[in-house]
């Protein structure tokens, strides 16, 4: 998966809608997401000097992202949007932006990433990047099915997600600008 690909797409979209100001909810993990998906924002933010870009991380879960969410929002940094690391992070950043008045998408953006059952049945619905799971479980096993030999080279297959509009984003607040 391309997940910087799928990060650029979210970065361009917020951009078009006149955020300027964007925070990442990450989460803190041992393999790195935090780092891999900050790499992707700090790349994507490179291209368009006029963004501001803050980071907090926490859990991997529901209340990591509300945690995380709290923290960024406790700086006196004020995001117009907020990226998060998936679909569960952005469930709690949510809740937390619900529990602080904070109005989705009127105040404050949010993204996800993953496109998981949750993100189409939370309130608003979660702008989110696809992860075609199914496609890529067919190219493994097509993959491992055709191999005739554990000695030849590994193919790389990369795909690019699909950026899925729903109700958690909209045109940056000009009030809080």
């Known amino acids: ?23 990442f909810v990450g989460h803190h ?16 933010v490179a291209r368009i000097p006029s963004l501001e870009v803050r980071t907090a991380a926490n859990a991997d879960t529901l209340e990591g992202g509300r945690l995380a969410t709290r923290a960024l929002l406790s700086s006196a940094f004020r995001p117009t949007a907020i990226v998060c690391v998936n679909d569960f992070t952005a469930v709690g950043a949510l809740r937390e932006l619900r529990e602080r008045g904070l109005r989705v998408p009127e105040d404050v953006s949010v993204t996800g990433f993953d496109n ?3 993100s189409e049945f939370c309130c608003p619905a979660l702008t989110t990047v696809h992860i075609p799971r199914d496609r890529v479980g067919h190219i493994m096993c097509d993959f491992l099915i055709a191999r005739p030999s554990a ?21 940056a607040n000009e009030t809080l600008l």
């Open 1 to 23: 998966m391309d997940y910087s690909r799928g990060i650029v797409k979210l970065i361009d979209y917020l951009y078009s809608l006149g955020h300027r100001r964007i925070g």
């Open 29 to 44: 993990a041992i393999l790195g997401p935090i780092n891999e998906g900050m790499r992707a924002v700090v790349e994507a």
């Open 116 to 118: 998981v059952k949750i």
């Open 151 to 171: 000695d030849e080279t590994i193919a790389e297959i990369v795909i690019d997600p699909e950026l899925v509009l729903r109700d958690s984003t909209g045109p």
